[in-house]
């Protein structure tokens, strides 16, 4: 039976809020947590997107939750500032980080004003930037001239010793193959069970033997409309396809993109319902398609009738 998780969604919940949801999603029984690295939300409505690494040394200094984060070095970030960043983490709280280093998302890295590259380039200096942030992490001075990444007689004077673990995030067989040679694990999102399964194939082929890891977007509620209107108010616009999701450059432009998506679009990136025995129905087929961690994100602003709900009847029966 796989570890389950709380998400922690910073384009939706302002960080002073999101903090609070996250020590209450430990008091519920949540195994740990994880939370996404924006600049900017995927819509209007969503409103927030506080700074993660801030955040999470609060999180980690105020329970005593495993998290970690989904992170795109190469523009917004230089890889050796990720390096710092996940070092200092994993030396302050030791076993408790780890982060997922994926190519980018136009909406947060066009900032800096730097062409925003296709996905094969995008890839490329990913994997760059993973080979820096591992040497670092190693201890070494680092001088690295790539195609896409210069790094400078960069050394971290405080290492840890025991160095987070990097994830590989993919949501396509590609992207999952790729990452087998370099993550220490895998983690993707849900979406149809043969779309999952050839993803964990696909890693698992390649040679990937490390965790995986599995967020769920779940929209429940007391009833079905109530449950249907958060999904659509707050996740319509993260159902699109590369390169749509990847190329959108602000939450203004998902929101004209997202005014028509169907409610049975919807529904197949949102688990949507209002039963609990129902949701516990489509994780266990989650379950078997082999994740060792499944972290769960309720999709609505309000955290707290999802987490009151998981505390008193969706872990217990997840357990059981």
């Known amino acids: 039976m796989p570890r389950y998780g709380f998400h922690a969604s910073h384009e939706q919940i302002a960080p002073s809020q999101l903090l609070r949801d996250v020590q209450q999603a430990e008091r519920a029984g949540f195994d740990m947590a994880m939370c996404s690295d924006h600049f900017a939300p995927w819509s209007a409505r969503q409103g927030h997107s506080g700074f993660t690494w801030s955040w999470l040394g609060a999180a980690l200094a105020t329970t005593t939750l495993r998290l970690g984060t989904v992170n795109a070095p190469g523009q917004r970030y230089h890889p050796a500032i990720v390096a710092q960043a996940s070092a200092t983490l994993a030396e302050m709280f030791p076993g408790r980080f780890w982060v997922a280093l994926g190519s980018g998302q136009n909406m947060n890295e066009h900032i800096t004003g730097a062409k925003w590259i296709g996905k094969d380039l995008r890839q490329e200096r990913l994997e760059e930037c993973v ?190």
Do not use: C, K
Request: negative net charge.
């Open 131 to 320: 080979e820096v942030i591992r040497r670092l992490h190693a201890g070494e001075e680092v001088t690295f001239r790539g195609r896409h990444v210069t790094v400078e007689r960069a050394r971290l004077y405080d290492v840890p010793q025991e160095a987070p673990a990097l994830m590989g995030p993919a949501l396509s067989p590609g992207t999952a193959a790729r990452a087998a040679r370099w993550a220490d694990g895998l983690i993707t999102i849900n979406t149809e069970i043969e779309s999952m399964r050839e993803i964990v194939g696909a890693y698992r082929e390649a040679g990937g033997n490390g965790t995986l890891a599995l967020q769920v977007h779940v929209s429940i509620a007391p009833t079905l409309s109530e449950a249907r209107d958060i999904a659509r108010d707050q996740w319509q616009n993260n159902t699109f396809p590369e390169p749509i999701a990847h190329d959108t450059a602000t939450p203004e432009d998902f929101d004209r993109i997202g005014r028509y998506v169907p409610d049975d679009v919807i529904a197949g990136a949102v688990v949507v319902t209002d039963s609990v025995a129902g949701l516990v129905e489509q994780l266990r087929e989650y379950e078997e398609l082999g994740f060792d961690e499944v972290y769960l994100h309720h999709v609505g602003q309000d955290q707290a009738p999802f987490l009151e709900l998981a505390e008193r009847e969706l872990l217990p029966a997840l357990r059981a």
